[in-house]
């Protein structure tokens, strides 16, 4: 069966891009006769508000996207402890101690010699290792790519091959304990059995990392969809920021959900 996902994080306003997503998801599952599931990705429990996840429902509710299912990211943190600790026990798992500053003196000094801003994995050296634990420094978790080459096929870019060798490794728990954004959302595509995934094009860069975690997490990989984005009159892409362009906004001021398809494209 086709099942898709409208994964929203509560920590703004949607705005007309996200429209954008949660339409194209829900006109997919529509015409292949799928389920169309929502999503609250509220793994940053320090932005995440009940208002803005209750403004989502209202939002989606006001464009007529009706949902055959939710869950929280908040309930499934059990999930990603399994599927960390799996990739720890395999090795692609390690602590890093550097600070925010020392990070940005590496990619500056990377920078200014042309080089690809790639981190240069001084914490798997045993003595910085040493060094930083004895100052007591409290470590983020990074993802140990494979530096080769990984591949999928997109339904709107076709074949895509790309090179993991310029990529630094990338974090996936933040000192605090918190899951990022990556490893929740591989884990929970699979076990929504998520068979396609139908977002916007500035997360295309993202998918390579979560096609190499299904991999070795033995999982399979869903179809990707990287939808184009919509722009500003000067080519800037909206955010959540934005909060000229809120659905609740133009809702206020008297637009209707037909107004924003068109507005869309759809």
């Known amino acids: 069966m086709t099942i898709v ?45 009940k208002a803005f996840e209750e403004a989502i429902y209202r ?13 929280r990211q908040i309930n499934r943190l059990a999930i990603y402890s399994t599927a960390f600790y799996k990739l720890q026990a395999a090795g692609r798992i390690y602590p890093c101690f550097e600070t925010e500053a020392e990070l940005e003196r590496q990619r500056s000094l990377l920078a200014a010699r042309k080089l690809p801003p790639v981190y240069n994995r001084a914490s ?21 790519l494979s530096r080769s080459k990984v ?37 929970d595509d699979i076990d929504m059995a998520i068979s396609h995934v139908v977002r916007g094009e500035d997360l295309f860069d993202a998918t390579r990392i979560h096609v ?3 991999r070795l997490l033995g999982l399979p990989t869903p179809i ?16 959540k ?15 209707t959900p037909d107004d924003i398809r068109r507005m869309v494209g759809l």
């Open 151 to 187: 591949s999928w096929t997109d339904l709107v870019r076709g074949p895509v091959e790309i090179d993991t060798a310029t990529m630094s490794d990338p974090v996936l728990v933040r000192e605090d304990g918190a899951f990022l954004y990556t490893l929740p959302s591989v884990a």
């Open 59 to 71: 939002d989606l509710s006001w464009l007529g996207l009706t949902h055959d299912g939710t869950d």
């Open 124 to 144: 798997l050296e045993p003595a910085n290792k040493a060094k930083w634990e004895a100052e007591g420094r409290k470590p983020h978790w990074r993802f140990k």
């Open 224 to 239: 990707y969809h990287h939808h184009r984005l919509i722009r500003d009159d000067a080519g800037k892409r909206l955010a």
């Open 5 to 49: 996902r409208f994964a929203p994080s509560p920590t703004g306003l949607l705005h007309v891009g996200n429209a954008r997503t949660a339409l194209l998801n829900w006109l997919f599952a529509k015409k292949l006769g799928g389920k169309f599931l929502l999503r609250i990705d509220d793994t940053d429990a320090a932005r995440s508000t």
């Open 212 to 214: 190499l975690l299904q």
């Open 241 to 255: 920021r934005d909060d000229a362009r809120a659905l609740a906004k133009y809702r206020a001021e008297g637009a």
